[in-house]
């Protein structure tokens, strides 16, 4: 069955601080993967997409995120954390029917 | 329009009435999806046009749940005899194509609490 893994419920780190949040998926065939990032009382928004080609996607806001297959992840990362990053960031896999399978989130604190 | 729009941003009701929610996608846009979330929890995906077709409703949790878009445009989430257990955030988003790797853009939600 496809499904998406984010091990991480909550992580909090220091302005500035480099963050990675991990992903897993379970996909047969070639992932189409996404990274979506919720703030409070917003909607979804697309941070980056991963369809094929460079493994290392860049995004915006300053996020990347690299694909690898052989571990099965797609782990979001960004050098240098904003006050501003704080938020829910959700991972995504195209299922078979075109609709997007979801994570269960990861919460993210900034610390001043 | 400029982009999703979802109404009410806000329902709350009383157990066993009926609700109906409502997805304004981007103009133009040719896929619209439904998904529903819990508190602390991922979206859920409910179900899909294309068009005006009903593509897949696999997600729908039962048959109190139903979906429409008649027109091609503007959709209508129906949850008939709600119950508690249906609180949640909905969701709509749009694509403007029925492929795989177009966007998903997601309206702000509608929150239902069913008291």
């Known amino acids: 069955a496809q499904s998406v893994t984010q091990p991480d419920i909550h992580i909090t780190v220091s302005e500035g601080a480099s963050l990675e949040l991990r992903c897993n998926y379970s996909?047969?065939?070639?992932?189409?993967l996404f990274w979506y990032v919720q703030s409070p009382g917003q909607g979804l928004q697309l941070l980056l997409k991963?369809?094929?080609?460079?493994?290392l996607v860049q995004g915006i806001k300053g996020f990347e995120a690299e694909f690898k297959r052989s571990q099965s992840s797609f782990n979001l990362r960004k050098p240098s954390v904003h006050w501003s990053d704080a938020a829910e960031y959700f991972c995504?896999?195209?299922?078979?029917?075109?609709?997007?399978?979801f994570g269960k989130g990861t919460k993210l604190s900034v610390k001043p | 329009g400029a982009g999703v729009s979802q109404s009410p941003r806000y329902k709350v009701t009383k157990r066993g009435q009926d609700v109906a929610l409502r997805c304004d996608p981007i103009?133009?846009?040719?896929?619209l999806y439904w998904y529903r979330q819990a508190l602390g929890q991922g979206p859920e995906f409910l179900t899909y046009?294309?068009?005006?077709?009903?593509?897949?409703k696999s997600g729908l949790p039962n048959d109190r749940f139903s979906a429409e878009r008649p027109e091609g445009s503007i959709s209508t989430l129906t949850i008939q005899r709600t119950e508690q257990r249906d609180s949640a955030m909905y969701r709509c988003?749009?694509?403007?194509?029925?492929?795989?790797?177009?966007?998903?853009?997601f309206g702000e939600g509608s929150r239902l609490t069913v008291l």
């Open positions: 046009f294309n068009y005006e077709a009903q593509q897949d």
């Open positions: 996909y047969g065939a070639t992932p189409y």
């Open positions: 995504a896999v195209r299922g078979s029917q075109g609709n997007l399978i």
């Open positions: 988003a749009s694509s403007l194509g029925t492929g795989f790797t177009g966007e998903l853009f």
């Open positions: 103009s133009g846009h040719v896929s």
């Open positions: 991963y369809f094929s080609g460079d493994t």
